[in-house]
T-cell receptor, first 114, second 109 residues
Framework: NAGVMQNPRHLVRRRGQEARLRCSPM?????VYWYRQLPEEGLKFMVY????????ESGMPKERFSAEFPKEGPSILRIQQVVRGDSAAYFC????????????FGPGTRLTVT | GQNIDQPTEMTATEGAIVQINCTYQ??????LFWYQQHAGEAPTFLSY????GLEEKGRFSSFLSRSKGYSYLLLKELQMKDSASYLC??????????FGKGTRLHILP
């Protein structure tokens, strides 16, 4: 049973470019969460999605950031016109349901903006 | 607002016992998670407490007091591989999970 998969593992972008981060949840999991982690910081919630629905995006900046979880295919976190402050590790987690189900984390994508 | 507090860093000796505390003030509460995260890696699940009391799982135990907004993670017979960050996280009523900043645990030989 494959775990949560994220790609790419490392992504380098120049300021102003777009970054696309992909997350494939564990088989059977329909809930996906995205988190951002800055060096020496904890995980900051960004967005919570179920298939084809954004449930809670309160942690995601209103500008330049968007997320989707289509019926088919991985969840995508998209950052447009990246800036240096977007450099961070972005983790995706999935869970089978709600109400405190354990979240299984992917290996993360480390985004570096030059 | 949501607030989770845990010490930034702790140091302990191999073979000893260490207790990592976590206090929280949140609007709504389902339960409390502890995750372990080694540098540069993804967090891995350690425990989830919903009810008050102590839950033991091998060398690791986790305690919760809902009335006090308090939890701790107890690690016994420390090994060098236990050097990592330990993240306290609260599951809210809307299924969101809020993480503390983590406690970096250093194990000395």
């Amino acid at each position: 049973n494959a775990g949560v998969m994220q790609n790419p593992r490392h992504l380098v972008r120049r300021r102003g470019q777009e970054a696309r981060l992909r997350c494939s949840p564990m088989k059977g999991h329909s809930h996906v969460y995205w988190y951002r982690q800055l060096p020496e910081e904890g995980l900051k919630f960004m967005v919570y999605l179920q298939k084809e629905n954004i449930i809670d995006e309160s942690g995601m900046p209103k500008e330049r950031f968007s997320a989707e979880f289509p019926k088919e295919g991985p969840s995508i976190l998209r950052i447009q016109q990246v800036v240096r402050g977007d450099s961070a590790a972005y983790f995706c987690a999935s869970s089978p349901g709600t109400g405190g189900d354990e979240q299984y984390f992917g290996p993360g994508t480390r985004l570096t903006v030059t | 607002g949501q607030n989770i507090d845990q010490p930034t860093e702790m140091t302990a000796t191999e073979g000893a016992i260490v207790q990592i505390n976590c206090t929280y003030q949140t609007s709504g509460f389902n339960g409390l998670f502890w995750y372990q995260q080694h540098a540069g890696e993804a967090p891995t699940f350690l425990s989830y407490n919903v009810l008050d009391g102590l839950e033991e799982k091998g060398r690791f135990s986790s305690f919760l007091s809902r009335s006090k907004g308090y939890s701790y993670l107890l690690l016994k017979e420390l090994q060098m591989k236990d050097s990592a960050s330990y993240l306290c996280a609260v599951s809210l009523l809307d299924d969101k999970i809020i993480f503390g900043k983590g406690t970096r645990l250093h194990i000395l030989p």
